[in-house]
């Protein structure tokens, strides 16, 4: 079983590298370049939120009550989210795909074998 779950979570992930991915930018006064990609912060743990399409974004802004306001966004590869963003981010990082689906979201922690070993919460463990 263990076995099974470990090979449906690798070809999920993979699904994910290469897939275009929605990444709202940021709330604020900024502009879209100062800004940066939108974030939630969970037990010391940065996510950058990102959405499959933009109805899962839809289902984000009106879980949020802003469905109205506009939702500026840049379409970034999953696999550049992982390697690029989330060390860039300088904290913690992980990604969370559709995280107005519930169960049918998809969160990626910052650990080992999902982002860059030097961005892993996990890279001074042995497995």
């Not at 990609?37 to 996510?47: E, H, Q, S, V, Y």
């Not at 989210?81 to 519930?102: E, I, M, S, W, Y």
Request: hydrophobic residues 45%; proline residues 6%.
């Amino acid at each position: 079983m263990v076995v099974q779950r470990r090979l449906e979570f690798t070809a999920l992930l993979e699904r994910f590298r290469a897939a275009p991915v929605l990444a709202p930018m940021g709330e604020g006064q900024a502009s879209d370049d100062e800004r940066g990609l939108l974030t939630a912060d969970m037990n010391g743990i940065r996510f950058i939120l990102a959405f499959s399409d933009q109805q899962a974004l839809a289902r984000y802004a009106q879980a949020r009550g802003e469905f109205s306001r506009e939702w500026t966004y840049q379409t970034i590869l999953g696999a550049r989210l992982l390697d690029v963003a989330v060390p860039a981010a300088g904290v913690p990082c992980g990604v969370a795909l559709d995280c107005a689906d519930g169960p049918d979201g998809l969160v990626l922690p910052p650990v080992k074998g999902i982002v860059p070993d030097g961005a892993a919460i996990d890279a001074n463990t042995h497995e």
